[in-house]
C-alpha cells in the first residue's frame, strides 16, 4: 500500500473524532463476535511518529492484512483465548494437537481485529498466508497507536494504523476545497515574481551564554530531533514554519523532498 503523505498534515489529526469512532465502533464489531459481555476495550488511542520494539521480543508487530499491524504478548494472548473458551487456564491434559488448535484460534481472534479495522477505514482487508513481522509499524509516516485493555486494566494488545490507511477519513471530514477567490488573482500575479528566501531548520538546542563562549573545534552539539526526522521549512524573514520535509543528497548537493 503506497501512498503520499503530506509532511504538512497536522501531527494529531489521526486522533480526530471522526477517526477515533471509526476505530472504536470496529473492535466494538470485533468483541461482538467473540466475546459475551464486556470484556475489551480501546484504552488510549495517541499519534505516534514510529512505533518499534524491540527485536526478539514475543510482542513483535505482525501485519495479518494489508496495513494494520498488531502487538501482543504470550500472556495476553493465553488470556484472550482462555475467555474466548470460557477456561480458566490450560487445561492438564491438553494434548499437542490441542495447543496446536488453540494457536490457530489465538491467530483467528487477532487476525479479524486487524482486518475489521482494515474494512472499516475502505480497505480490502486480505489476509496474508503468513503474517508479517515488523520492527516499526509506523516506520514511514506515523499513524495511531490504539491500545486495548482487558475489564481488569491490563494490556491486552496494540493495533498500530498507519496515517495512509486513515487518511480517507481525514479528507472526508476537510470537505472540499473552498472556492477560489478571483478577486485576489491580480494580487496573486502581482507578487507571482516576489523572491521569498526560505530556510531549512534541522533542530535547535538551547545554550547558556557560557556554553556558547566555550564551544570550540569538536564539541558535539545534540539537536531536538533525530537524522532521519523531516526538517522544519520556513520563511527566512518571519521563521514561520510552512512545511516540512526530509533532506536529501542530489549529486555533491543537499536537497528538500516534499
Known amino acids: 500500500m503506497t501512498q503520499h503523505?503530506?509532511?504538512?498534515?497536522p501531527y494529531g489529526v489521526v486522533t480526530e473524532g471522526a477517526v477515533r469512532q471509526v476505530v472504536e465502533e470496529a473492535i466494538a464489531r470485533w468483541h461482538e463476535r467473540w466475546f459475551?459481555?464486556?470484556y475489551v476495550s480501546a484504552s488510549d488511542m495517541t499519534a505516534a511518529r514510529d512505533a518499534s520494539w524491540a527485536e526478539g521480543d514475543d510482542g513483535g508487530w505482525r501485519v495479518y492484512g494489508s496495513a494494520v499491524a498488531v502487538r501482543a504478548r504470550r500472556q495476553s494472548l493465553a488470556r484472550v483465548v482462555n475467555k474466548v473458551l470460557d477456561l480458566g487456564g490450560e487445561e492438564?491434559?491438553?494434548t499437542e494437537a490441542d495447543?496446536?488448535?488453540v494457536k490457530g484460534l489465538e491467530r483467528k481472534i487477532i487476525?479479524?481485529?486487524a482486518v475489521e479495522i482494515e474494512q472499516a477505514f475502505g480497505l480490502a482487508g486480505t489476509l496474508k498466508a503468513v503474517p508479517e513481522t515488523r520492527r516499526d509499524a509506523l516506520a514511514e509516516n506515523g499513524g495511531l497507536l490504539v491500545v486495548l485493555k482487558d475489564t481488569a486494566g491490563r494490556d491486552i494488545l496494540t493495533l498500530g494504523v498507519p496515517t495512509e490507511v486513515v487518511l480517507p477519513v481525514v479528507?472526508?471530514?476537510l470537505g472540499p476545497p473552498s472556492p477560489r477567490r478571483d478577486n485576489l488573482q491580480p494580487l496573486v500575479d502581482a507578487l507571482g515574481s516576489a523572491v521569498v528566501a526560505v530556510e531549512a531548520v534541522v533542530g535547535r538546542v538551547e545554550l547558556t551564554l557560557a556554553d556558547l563562549n566555550t564551544l570550540g573545534v569538536g564539541d558535539v552539539l545534540v539537536l531536538d530531533r533525530v537524522?532521519?526526522?523531516p526538517v522544519d521549512i520556513a520563511s527566512a524573514d518571519s521563521r514561520r514554519i510552512f512545511a516540512r520535509a526530509r533532506l536529501s543528497q542530489v549529486q555533491d548537493g543537499i536537497a528538500l523532498v516534499f
Do not use: C, F, N, S
Open 5 to 9: 503523505v503530506r509532511e504538512w498534515l
Open 36 to 38: 459475551v459481555g464486556p
Open 92 to 94: 492438564p491434559g491438553m
Open 99 to 101: 495447543r496446536h488448535i
Open 111 to 113: 487476525e479479524t481485529l
Open 171 to 173: 479528507r472526508a471530514q
Open 227 to 229: 537524522v532521519d526526522e
